[in-house]
């Protein structure tokens, strides 16, 4: 039975959904890494918040994973590099908690311009210190929005809605985009000259770490505020701490933090600081709904193979997985024959789509087709780390779609060149089933199913019968026999299902039969993912 773990906590929902699609689950949140490491093998879905570190030490033991969902948008807990490599799909939920995270933006400048975590401290202990906590009006204030994505879009629709003026700087932002949400598209340093408050919302990525750092500060006007709902590295804390000190930044609020769980930082207990423990996505309506999407794109994926929001491998809906998955056995099977037929090195593959193939979701199929080449040479390759590993061989891969009608409503070819040849393997769906229709310019019907011999010979007469005296004295049993020719008199071809596998030795004789040119043993096993 398909078995997903919980490791942080998610609403109840994740696991009723779970249950409801025929999944068990186990909800384990807080388990330390070893714990995880010890459990992780048995469970083919792992649902996480930010708290679960997704390390490579963990995914070594992760035997059985195919899909990892983060409940939530940032997926820097997640080594990504690391799954895609073990074949492992990685989702998140890009939207479910953008508007709970815009709110506690907005919630934390509005304590920052009227210092109400510390008046309610204060007030609370008895002080009444009504002259300390003069504060600012947003009022006409300038907000600048660094990442004006769906949580930036939103807090600047909300600033606006407070009268403030919004510069973004968000170089992925166009005209038209800044035009319609109201914002003043800008470069960063005017942004930080301009800004009264800066709200950050970009993930952390190497152009974005400590992109608050002491020479933005510097150029900020003083006395400006900032807030950071994204995450931790985004600024540089001892940057900030010095520029609270001597009052250039006359306040900070901070969700996240360089280290999390942060129980201790070097801003703590400054007194022009807001803090809260990574709250961002922390509503009830939030956690709803991530553990609701995560849950269905987990079980769509495991049950169905539908494809949603995945960070490593491109989209399949639950509406086409099923139109889809006759193309996906055939996708494989031509890639892994053209790929057995192949010698030397591969440095190129072209996919082309033709007829009704040509109108699908064509980018899942070709990285089944390359998962077909690959499989036959390596372990562990599946569609989601096929493309890595082509390009991480130098395999140059192409997809192409013709527009050309032929003979055939739908075929799927696929072109493979080595460092010496071409192999050309064409196929189509009848019914449902995949058949081999063409192999190098010649015609042939064929099904691929498990053992096989390829044969490439002279167009002679008796060579078939020799052929098939041949297995039958070896006690091979021929459950199909497929045949093409160029012409009479050429070479020729054949493609013969058997019952067994081919021992090396008779193999050896195969190759010494009277006009043969090529005999190649075939294996299509029925273990892979496209294969059933
Ligand atoms: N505190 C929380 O609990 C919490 C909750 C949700 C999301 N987040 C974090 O908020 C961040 C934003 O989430 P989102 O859903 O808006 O993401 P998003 O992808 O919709 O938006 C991010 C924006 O940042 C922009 N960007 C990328 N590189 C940039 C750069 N170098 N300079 C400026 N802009 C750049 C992108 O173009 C994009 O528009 C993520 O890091 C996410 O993890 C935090
Ligand atoms: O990226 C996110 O979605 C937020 O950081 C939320 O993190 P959390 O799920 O751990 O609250």
């Not at 949400?181 to 990525?205: C, W, Y």
């Not at 769509?300 to 929001?309: E, K, P, R």
């Not at 199909?480 to 008779?506: H, K, M, Q, Y």
Request: charged share 25%; hydrophobic share 45%.
């Amino acid at each position: 039975m398909v078995k997903v773990l919980i490791a942080d906590k998610l609403s109840e929902r994740a696991a009723e959904i779970f249950r409801e699609r025929g999944i068990e689950v186990d909800e384990k949140p807080g388990l330390s890494p070893e714990e995880q490491r010890e459990i992780i093998g048995e469970y083919d879905g792992l649902a996480v918040r930010s708290a679960t570190k997704v390390t490579p030490a963990l995914l070594e033991h992760a035997d059985r994973l195919r899909v990892i969902g983060r409940a939530g948008i940032g997926v820097d807990n997640i080594d990504i590099p690391a799954a895609t490599k073990r074949g492992i799909c990685v989702m998140n939920t890009p939207y479910g908690n953008s508007i709970t995270t815009a709110e506690h933006a907005v919630a934390m400048m509005m304590s920052l311009a009227r210092q109400i975590p510390q008046a309610d401290a204060s007030t609370q202990a008895g002080k009444w210190e009504k002259s300390r906590f003069m504060g600012v009006e947003l009022f006409g204030k300038t907000l600048g929005v660094i990442g004006c994505g769906n949580i930036g879009s939103i807090v600047a629709d909300r600033a606006q809605g407070l009268k403030m003026r919004v510069v973004a700087f968000d170089p992925y932002l166009t005209e038209d985009r800044a035009v319609n949400l109201g914002v003043e598209k800008v470069t960063l340093d005017e942004l930080l000259a301009r800004a009264d408050f800066i709200s950050l919302h970009t993930p952390m990525t190497d152009q974005t770490k400590g992109i608050i750092d002491a020479a933005a500060i510097a150029k900020c006007k003083e006395g400006v505020r900032i807030i950071n709902c994204a995450r931790g590295g985004l600024v540089v804390e001892e940057d900030l701490k010095a520029a609270l000190d001597s009052g250039r930044v006359a306040g900070a609020a901070m969700d996240v933090f360089v280290k999390e769980p942060a129980k201790e930082n070097i801003l703590f207990g400054h007194p022009n600081l807001v803090a809260t423990p990574h709250l961002g996505a922390s509503t009830s309506e939030a956690q709803e709904n991530v553990a609701l999407q995560v849950a269905e794109q987990m079980a769509d994926y495991l049950v169905l193979g539908a494809v949603t929001n995945a960070i490593n491998m491109p989209s399949v809906t639950a509406e086409e997985a099923p139109r889809l998955r006759p193309y996906m056995k055939l996708a494989e099977q031509i890639g892994s024959l053209a790929a057995q037929m192949a010698n030397g090195g591969l440095s190129s593959i072209q996919v082309e789509y033709e007829g009704h193939a040509a109108e699908l979701n064509t980018r899942p199929l070709t990285a089944i087709v390359l998962q077909g080449v690959l499989q036959p040479k390596m372990d562990s390759v599946n569609m989601v780390n096929a493309p890595v590993v082509a390009k991480e061989r130098d395999i140059d891969v192409a997809e192409v779609k013709h527009e050309r009608q032929s003979f055939y409503q739908s075929l799927m070819r696929v072109v493979l060149k080595t460092d010496s040849e071409t192999y050309t393997v064409t196929g189509t769906l009848f019914g449902h089933k995949p058949r081999i229709v063409e192999i190098d310019s010649i015609q042939i019907e064929a099904e691929l199913e498990g053992h096989m011999l390829y044969v490439e010979n002279d167009d002679k007469p008796g060579f078939i019968g020799n052929l098939g005296t041949a297995l039958g004295k070896a006690g091979v049993n021929i459950a199909t026999f497929a045949l093409g020719r160029a012409s009479r008199g050429a070479g020729a071809l054949s493609l013969i299902a058997i019952d067994d596998a081919v021992p090396e030795a008779l193999l050896k004789d195969l190759h010494k039969l009277d006009g043969v040119r090529r005999v190649t043993a075939l294996n299509f096993g029925t273990d892979s993912p496209a294969a059933g």
